[in-house]
């Protein structure tokens, strides 16, 4: 039974670790020691205290710990925060337990404590209860200027009231399919599938349609609008070639982004096949071209590179932009959130050097590779030049007091997404 009992604690994917009441850690399993960033030979003759205590992001973890060693309590369920000696910083739920033995072996009694990484998970909850909080102030903004911008139609010199009702309404309608793809799939929980703070603007938008009708046929548009998004489909999986795809997103892109002299390169090593929804690979290598585009400066380039390696495809979208800073890479994956001020991005048109997102993008992305099983990756660094996040690039490399080349800029900084995809049998 001991050995049968050993093989399943060495076997399990959550941490586990024995501590006897002196404090020493008298056993621990290849899971506990990868998710803590602590050697096997480190626990010999040492308490938990040495190990742990130097770091104070690690209170919560030890007063766990100190609860059932000290004070003969334990703990169904816990979640707290650790800091690894590398200084990677895990969301841990922590469970806590009594060892039993027999009165003759008291010695080898003590506390067991199971744990399991839940980071992503948190990352995801709070991804969620920011969308929530988020987008009820980035659908609040567009329609108090559409609101405002209707009183003034009855003007006869209105075309700058009508473009602000359209870019507005386009700004409205990208947030409402962006949150749409996200709620779609099923990602929140079911008493989420229709968002009450949608339906009270609908109950809003009617109102405004009885109290003003002269505004009629605009409010009836905006109203079809969010009962469409509020629909939910289901998306198809097809035996995907993804070359086809690439290039059609990449034309389009360069059309959009006309405007402007951001070169766009394609190295594509093959034609492979994946499972996904086509849509989804489209949609999500615009994202990211997008958004490629947009922290680029003109005069720079952008490389969209596909390759093979076994058992999966690599899918790559290489700028020469001004980068990340290492505060955001932190939270660029948990959804709504912005480097600069949103006021901002509202000035600016789509591929816009500096136009950003609503930060639902890269949320969106995420969530599609847990659905459809494809690994998002980012590699970033930012400008040397403007280290901190307040710091503006010109947006022409010519302009740049700094580089005197595109070879040079390229070097000062740049982003790379990575998107892994599995390889269809």
Same mark, same amino acid.
């Given at each position: ?6 093989a399943i604690i060495e ?44 770091? &104070? ?138 968002? &009450? ?15 003003? &009708? ?63 929804? &086509? ?142 995809f599995l390889e269809a049998?």
């Open positions: 039974m001991e050995n049968i009992s050993s076997s399990m994917s959550d941490g586990l670790i024995v501590l006897d009441f002196h404090g020493h850690i008298t056993r621990m399993n290849p899971a506990a020691s990868e998710l803590l960033g602590i050697k096997m030979q480190e626990i010999k003759n040492k308490t938990y205290s040495q190990l742990f205590m130097n770091e &104070p992001e690690n209170d919560a973890f030890n007063d766990l710990l100190l609860d059932g060693i000290q004070n003969g309590e334990t703990r169904l369920y816990g979640e707290v925060r650790f800091m690894r000696r590398d200084g990677c910083c895990l969301d841990l739920g922590v469970t806590t337990s009594f060892l039993r033995t027999e009165p003759a072996d008291e010695e080898k009694a003590g506390i067991v404590v199971v744990f399991k990484n839940i980071t992503e998970f948190k990352a995801l909850d709070r991804a969620r209860r920011r969308v929530l909080d988020h987008l009820s102030h980035e659908l609040k903004t567009p329609l108090s200027i559409i609101l405002a911008s209707l009183k003034r139609l009855e003007s006869s010199e209105n075309d700058r009231s009508l473009e602000r009702i359209r870019r507005n309404l386009e700004r409205l309608q990208d947030i409402q399919r962006e949150v749409e793809d996200i709620v779609k799939q099923g990602t929140f929980e079911e008493t989420h599938d229709k968002l &009450p703070w949608l339906e009270h603007t609908l109950d809003f938008v009617q109102l405004l349609e009885e109290e003003k &009708p002269v505004h009629t046929e605009a409010l009836r548009f905006l109203r079809t609008r969010i009962e469409d998004f509020i629909s939910i489909s289901k998306s198809k999986l097809l035996d995907v070639r993804m070359g086809k795809h690439i290039q059609k997103v990449v034309d389009s892109a360069r059309e959009l982004s006309s405007h402007r002299s951001v070169t766009i390169l394609t190295r594509l090593k093959g034609d492979y096949r994946t499972m996904i929804d &086509p849509d989804v690979l489209e949609n999500t290598l615009m994202s990211l071209l997008k958004n490629a585009i947009e922290n680029t400066p003109d005069g720079g380039e952008i490389v969209i590179s596909l390759w093979h390696q076994p058992g999966s495809i690599v899918l790559e979208i290489k700028d020469s932009g001004v980068g990340i800073t290492e505060e955001s890479q932190k939270h660029i994956f948990g959804g709504f959130y912005h480097s600069l001020e949103t006021d901002l991005y509202s000035t600016k048109k789509p591929f816009d050097f500096g136009a950003g997102g609503k930060g639902l993008e890269l949320l969106r992305i995420k969530i599609f590779g847990d659905i459809y099983h494809f690994q998002v990756e980012c590699e970033s660094t930012r400008c040397q030049y403007i280290p901190r996040e307040n710091d503006s690039c010109p947006g022409v490399i010519a302009k740049c007091l700094h580089v005197h080349s595109k070879e040079q800029c390229a070097q000062s900084g740049g982003t790379a997404f990575k998107l892994i049998l």
